[in-house]
């Protein structure tokens, strides 16, 4: 579903605006053989995700994310493996503080941080977005591992080199080609291939936080989100639950792409507000 209403004036594509005048509030276009439904209008948009919502909920198999992640997790994820792990997520990350006292705790305490890490550039012109990302995502970090990782630490800084770098490519035209013609697209080279390379070394980095985890797991006090995680695996193992080491791996890694990014933007232009419009 492609919402008219929730993209800007200026930004429609100019066809479209074509079509709603000839066809309707809405309607089918074939993109490169997909299948797209176009809604427009708040009354048709609410009734489609919210009225009848429940009919609408699934999301597009992306060629690359089923690739890279194996369609496991909770951004790319569907039907009831999806439910399960939302709804635990969300009761897990409320249990460690989301939205509580004890979080706040945590980002004074990051902020703090990232204040004497910007005095110690003495004024002088710096980039703020790698720090403002790694104090974000130390606070994901908090609730999904357990610890924070200082500034300076340098493999923690190539991870998140990594995931700006994922983050940047999945705009790239490759991996828009990726995911109209995969079967050719896995044979050519192209930044799409390094998308592979830099999310494997995520997936080693994640691996080896499970690892230390599950050797020092104290079922009866869990420290974080990827301890609650095991528990509840340990609990689930006789059924055909979604609890499954290679799920842990995704919705952690969803955790981080989805908190990490639209955090570290959202607070990036808060600043670049206030900067420019001091009596806010
Ligand atoms: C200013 C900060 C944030 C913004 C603007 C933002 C925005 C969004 C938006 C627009 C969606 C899509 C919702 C949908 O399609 O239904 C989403 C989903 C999601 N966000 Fe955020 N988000 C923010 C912070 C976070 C943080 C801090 C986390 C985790 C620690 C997080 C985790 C997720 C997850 C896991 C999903 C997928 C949920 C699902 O499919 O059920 N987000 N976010």
């Not at 995969?182 to 499970?210: A, E």
């Not at 609650?228 to 609890?243: P, R, V, Y």
Request: hydrophobic share 40%; charged share 20%.
């Amino acid at each position: 579903i492609y919402s008219l209403s929730t993209v800007e004036p200026q930004n429609l594509p100019a066809v479209f605006v074509q079509f709603v005048e000839k066809y309707g509030n809405i309607f089918t276009i074939r993109i490169f053989g997909g299948r797209t439904v176009v809604i427009n209008s708040y009354k048709f948009v609410k009734e489609a995700l919210v009225q009848q919502g429940d009919d609408l909920i699934d999301r597009p198999t992306v060629p690359l994310f089923e690739d890279l992640f194996g369609n496991e997790g909770l951004v790319i994820s569907n039907g009831y493996p999806w439910k399960q792990q939302r709804r635990f997520a969300l009761h897990t990350l409320r249990n460690f503080g989301l939205g509580k006292k004890n979080l706040e705790l945590y980002i004074q305490q990051e902020c703090q941080y990232l204040s004497e890490a910007f005095t110690e550039h003495q004024g002088k012109p710096f980039n703020v977005q790698l720090l403002i990302n790694n104090a974000v995502s130390n606070i994901i970090c908090c609730l999904v591992f357990g610890n924070r990782f200082e500034y300076t630490d340098q493999q923690y800084q190539s991870i998140l080199h990594n995931f700006n770098e994922v983050m940047r490519l999945q705009g790239s035209m490759s991996t828009q080609m990726y995911n109209i013609i995969p079967w050719l697209m896995k044979w050519l080279p192209g930044p799409h291939k390094t998308m592979f390379t830099l999310t494997q070394v995520i997936k080693d980095f994640i691996d080896i936080r499970i690892k230390d985890h599950k050797e020092t797991l104290n079922p009866a006090s869990p420290r974080d989100y990827i301890d609650a995680f095991l528990i509840e695996m340990a609990k689930n193992e006789e059924n055909d639950s979604s609890f499954s080491l290679s799920t842990l791996h995704a919705c952690t890694m969803d955790l981080f792409f989805a908190g990490t990014e639209t955090t570290t933007t959202t607070l990036r232009w808060g600043l670049l507000y206030m900067i420019y419009y001091p009596d806010i």
